[in-house]
């Protein structure tokens, strides 16, 4: 059998990677099940990019046409040898428009994200930032300005983990406050590696709250509580950086 190359597109929006294996000698190697195999995974790409909501439904139909009759020209000729060659093409083109369409749908998306997750870090900051914080949040409004200008996917992304983060960070004492009312309210619900220290320990963290806590206060004794969760207990990835 003869040498193929490895062709790997990836459609951020819907997390989904497609592999096409290229015959680099001989279009005979296509096999008509993998060209049917690739042809479905293209219409669940464009059903799911429809779902989404942020697409352009006359450019989706069109791209369905086009799947649709490459299966009707495969269907009239699985194992014609210009039959596979023509599908394969058509389908490798097919694939990369769907996949210019998911970038094209991506910046709306990421544009709202992020200047909704901006806002909310303004409005943590009036409440609870500081002379640096403040810094930092102006430099952060620029940048973000610069980039809608853009329309810069790659820093876009940056930008909005960038403001998530000094978002927790200023917010990090009420994410203690949480973390330890929810455990107390659903304390029977969770398994722990020593119940009557974990009861102690939350009570002890209940107190401080009560005192006007600070995050030197508080988070040493939440670190403990989470320790004596056992695995399957531990929190989501939101609460397990209240570790670090």
Do not use: C, M
């Not at 779902?51 to 069109?62: A, L, P, R, Y």
């Not at 799947?67 to 097919?94: M, N, P």
């Not at 009036?126 to 102006?138: F, P, S, Y």
């Not at 960038?162 to 929810?182: K, N, S």
Request: hydrophobic share 35%; net charge negative; proline share 2%.
């Amino acid at each position: 059998s003869g040498r193929t190359a490895s062709v790997r597109a990836f459609f951020p929006l819907l997390e989904h990677t497609v592999d096409l294996q290229i015959p680099e000698e001989s279009s005979n190697e296509i096999e008509s099940d993998f060209l049917e195999r690739e042809l479905l995974n293209g219409e669940n790409l464009l059903h799911e990019l429809n779902e989404n909501g942020h697409s352009d439904q006359t450019e989706i139909d069109k791209l369905k046409d086009e799947l649709s009759y490459l299966k009707t020209r495969l269907d009239q000729g699985a194992s014609d040898y210009d039959r596979k060659l023509e599908v394969h093409s058509g389908l490798i083109k097919s694939l990369r428009k769907i996949d210019t369409l998911d970038e094209k749908t991506k910046w709306p998306r990421l544009e709202a994200e992020l200047r909704e997750e901006f806002e909310r870090l303004e409005h943590a900051n009036n409440d609870l930032g500081n002379e640096k914080t403040t810094q930092h949040v102006n430099q952060l409004r620029t940048q973000i300005d610069e980039v809608i200008r853009k329309k810069d996917v790659t820093v876009a992304q940056a930008l909005l983990e960038e403001a998530h983060d000094l978002y927790f960070a200023l917010t990090f004492i009420y994410q203690l406050v949480g973390f330890v009312r929810y455990y107390d309210e659903n304390f029977y619900n969770h398994d722990w590696k020593d119940d009557h220290r974990a009861r102690e320990l939350i009570n002890k963290a209940k107190s401080v709250i009560s005192e006007n806590p600070t995050k030197d206060t508080l988070h040493p004794i939440v670190v403990d509580i989470i320790h004596l969760l056992n695995d399957q207990g531990r929190p989501g990835d939101d609460l397990e950086v209240l570790i670090g």
